[in-house]
């Protein structure tokens, strides 16, 4: 098969990359915005999620993949099944050439024609696919319009050849309208009603019935609250409503019966097996390009829809909305950048990994692995942080919205749904304190505590309270959750979700969340001292006091900190313990929130090293739990080294290169970084996107090591950005001023990075020198030496600063 772009029909267009291929299934473009997919049959599907703030679409290298609006698992359009090894399952393009009878997609699924010639670009905010057969040239860029609820397919055709040509395009889905996934088809087709608009030449519909708890008329009683359709700018030759009449009794999307034939006899209505098929002919002469398009439009009335339609089935519409989404995300992202030694590594921090936490994580809240829809309170908290530096105002709403979803008791859900507000109650013991967390770190990089007056009401209480009178409450109920040694209570898990039996009746403890409380007393101490509470913030101070001792006593297992107790009071995390002997984040947080005295740091980050650190990153525990244990969780029924059961959890190994970084362990942070870079692996044996993170990678108790899965809906993301910025480069924000310190990996001679900061610009440039007498960096800004690394503003609003580093 031929796979370079040589022999396109089309002029090139801008992002395409000349770069060779780094590894066989493709690679990024020259400046690294777009991931060129060269052949169709990577390892896993490598997926786009494609999202703006209320309508999304997944969609994968085979062009499988699915739409959703608002939720994505209580609001999908579109029919989609996961099956990550056939992946032909979604919204399709057909084409029949007439002539010679050939029937192939725009994508590879669902025909799977072998292409003359197939590129799939994967960009931010969209996905073209660049496909030649028989002499046709086909561009097809999938994407959401960047406000409007669209998704829109802008479709580009030409004949390659020298005699004319004359072809049936067909686009084709399935409607969900709804809850997914939706199994049981039978029932929920019964609800569905389609209809065709001659005039537009649309296909809508509409489901009669959501299967959401009702909050009026009981249950499976409530109508689906938005109405679908599917236009093309074409004119309709035929259309069809019913799957059977499409595919054929037996038939299958590979080569649906209903391309062979002439005529359709089409059915709509509320008897079939709804799906929307539209049939364009399209007669091209020698070397004639055709630009075409369909809109996929959602919107909560028929008006509306109509609408929608009316304003974008039209290609100029359709340009323009795609050039917007395009200028969207480089705007979006262009105020914060670095430059490392290694490219790849800054397409990454760049431009994919906030792309992946924007638009898959707070828009989406959907992965090709997991259609989630709803927030996690601890979750979409820390994933928001990806905000600060370029648009803070969007993180302060994101605690906003979360502090609205907390009990009056300090209580809040572990996660919502939107659309519905259903929402989960449980015994974790660490979810209010990202509310703690995440309104520090604001505060951190913006110097605004009026976000502390911002006012919300309760779950159960309409009152609306200030933000800081949320935070207290979270504090409050978890210091009435501590143990008679001092701890916190661990209940039904902290932070990882699988120690979910390991504290049920209360005794058990965390000595995990205990570093996570002792560094929040620490900041939260200084919010009340900078608001007037001197009383309360030496209250915290002594809390805090109290509590890294009673860590340092009771959590010391004499290598490292031991994880937690259960509730019988036997440990976890323990060299007594034959599995589970170690875990991540007890150390990693007893060095981040200052828990661990000097001495104690550098050796359980030397058991980091010597137990937990692997060529696919950091474990997140060792060895895995090869048995079920009822008392601990559902971490111990996953298979050894999978997920949070001894695989690299990436979420928590991108705290290990903080760690790392802040005991100065150059050659961990390096060796961490290196492992946890998805574009440096070989797909053969790792399989999945090289330019996005995944959740996990399978660890050494898998015999599948190094293997990675549940890409894109991870908390790693929006924390790898923060972690290179501001440990690996060091440029990061504290209460007065932006601390220089960076712990440039072993081989990396220099970097930079242009960040705003309170209204400023810094250009910074960091270079390795070994004149630098300790750790700590000689720092310049504007020519002028700085004492402390500390930048401390104010400065002139839109001013422009150049700051020289050097350091070891
Ligand atoms: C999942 C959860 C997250 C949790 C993590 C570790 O990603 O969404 O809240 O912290 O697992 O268990």
């Known amino acids: 098969m031929e796979t370079s772009s040589k022999r396109s029909g089309h002029p090139p267009e801008t992002g395409q990359s000349a770069e060779p291929a780094p590894c066989r299934y493709g690679h990024f473009s020259a400046d690294g915005t777009e991931f060129c997919i060269t052949e169709p049959s990577p390892p896993r599907p490598w997926a786009n999620i494609i999202a703006g703030p209320r309508l999304g679409l997944a969609v994968s290298q085979s062009g499988s993949g699915f739409t959703w609006i608002d939720n994505s698992q209580l609001a999908v359009i579109t029919r989609w099944q996961q099956d990550l090894i056939r992946d032909t399952s979604g919204k399709f393009l057909y084409v029949r050439d007439p002539e010679s009878g050939t029937v192939w997609s725009l994508s590879p699924a669902p025909a799977w024609t072998p292409h003359d010639r197939y590129l799939c670009r994967h960009g931010l905010g ?28 802008r479709v580009e055709l030409a004949n390659l050849t020298d005699r004319p040509r004359h072809l049936e395009i067909c686009a084709f889905l399935e409607w969900n ?48 609250p938005y109405i679908s359709a599917l236009a093309g700018t074409e004119p309709v030759s035929a259309a069809q409503g019913d799957k059977g009449a499409f595919l054929g009794r037996y038939g299958y999307l590979r080569s649906p019966q209903a391309l062979r034939e002439e005529d359709w006899v089409p059915a709509f209505g509320r008897h ?41 089935t039209n290609v100029e519409a359709m340009d323009a909305a795609l050039q ?22 800054d397409h990454l921090i760049n431009d994919w990994v906030r792309y992946q936490a924007i638009s898959s994580r707070l828009w989406g809240r959907c992965g090709y692995y997991q259609q989630s829809g709803a927030y996690g309170f601890r979750d979409q908290l820390q994933d928001s942080q990806v905000w600060l530096t370029i648009e803070p105002a969007r993180c302060r709403d994101q605690i906003n919205l979360h502090a609205a979803h907390q009990f009056a008791d300090g209580s809040v859900y572990h996660w919502w749904h939107p659309l519905t507000e259903q929402g989960n109650v449980t015994r974790m013991t660490d979810d209010l304190l990202w509310l703690a967390f995440v309104t520090a770190n604001y505060i951190k990089e913006t110097g605004d505590l009026e976000i502390l007056e911002d006012t919300t009401p309760f779950l159960d209480d309409s009152t609306r309270t200030p933000l800081r009178e949320h935070v207290q409450r979270a504090f409050e109920r978890s210091f009435t ?53 001197a009383d309360l913030a030496a209250e915290y101070g002594e809390r805090r006091k109290a509590l890294v001792e009673a860590i340092n006593r009771h959590g010391w297992d004499g290598e490292w900190y031991i994880r937690a107790t259960l509730d019988d009071g036997s440990l976890l995390g323990s060299a007594t313990n034959r599995v589970g002997r170690i875990f991540l984040n007890a150390q990693t947080w007893a060095v981040l929130a200052d828990v661990a005295p000097r ?60 760690a790392a970084a802040k005991v100065k362990d150059h050659e961990l942070v390096g060796r961490l970084l290196t492992a946890i870079n998805p574009a440096a692996k070989d797909p053969e044996s790792y399989w999945a996107e090289p330019y996005v993170l995944p959740g996990n990678v399978d660890g050494p108790d898998s015999p599948h090591h190094g293997r990675a899965g549940w890409t ?32 440039l990996p072993p ?23 070994d004149a630098v007498p300790g750790e700590a960096s000689l720092v310049s800004v504007d020519g002028e030496p700085l004492k402390d690394n500390v930048i401390a503003p104010p400065c002139k609003p839109g001013a422009h600063h150049r700051v020289n580093v050097r350091c070891r």
């Open 324 to 345: 917007d989404v395009r200028t969207g995300w480089k705007t979006r992202l262009a105020a914060h950048r670095v430059e490392t030694p290694e490219p790849s590594f």
């Open 481 to 533: 959750r501590t143990s008679p040694r001092g701890l916190p209570y661990i209940g039904a898990g902290d932070w990882n979700d699988g120690l979910s039996a390991v504290g049920l009746e209360e005794r058990g403890e965390s000595v995990w969340l205990g570093h996570f409380l002792a560094g929040l007393l620490k900041d939260w101490a200084e919010v009340l001292r900078r608001t007037g509470r």
């Open 177 to 224: 309208c709804g809850v997914a996934p939706a199994p049981r088809r039978e029932f929920t087709k019964l609800f569905l009603e389609t209809s065709f608009d001659e005039g537009r030449g649309a296909v809508f519909a509409r489901n009669h019935m959501w299967e959401v708890p009702s909050q009026r008329h009981g249950h499976w009683n409530t109508e689906f």
């Open 747 to 769: 081989g990396w001679e220099h970097a930079r990075m242009v960040r705003p900061y309170r209204g400023c610009t810094y250009e910074i440039s960091i270079e390795r020198s």
């Open 126 to 153: 969209y996905t073209t696919f660049e496909t030649e057969l028989v002499g046709i040239a086909a561009r097809w860029t999938l994407f959401a319009h960047s406000f409007e609820t669209a998704e829109l397919w």
């Open 599 to 658: 001495e104690r740091a550098a050796r359980c980050m030397a058991a980091v090293r010597e137990h937990l650190t692997s060529a696919a990153g950091a474990l997140l525990l060792a060895p895995a739990f090869d048995q079920p244990v009822p008392e601990i969780g559902y971490i111990t029924r996953y298979a050894p080294g999978l997920r949070e059961n001894g695989g690299v959890y990436t979420h928590a190994a991108t705290w290990a290169i903080a």
């Open 712 to 743: 894109w809906y991870t908390g790693s993301a929006a924390w790898l950005h923060r972690v290179v910025a501001e440990w690996v480069l060091g440029v990061r924000p504290e209460w007065d001023g932006l601390r220089i310190d960076p712990s």
């Open 272 to 312: 079939q097996d709804p799906i929307a098929a539209l049939r364009s002919l399209v007669a091209l002469k020698p070397g004639e390009r055709r630009d075409l398009g369909y809109v996929l439009a959602v919107a909560s009335s028929r008006p509306e829809a109509e609408s929608v339609l009316d304003r974008m």
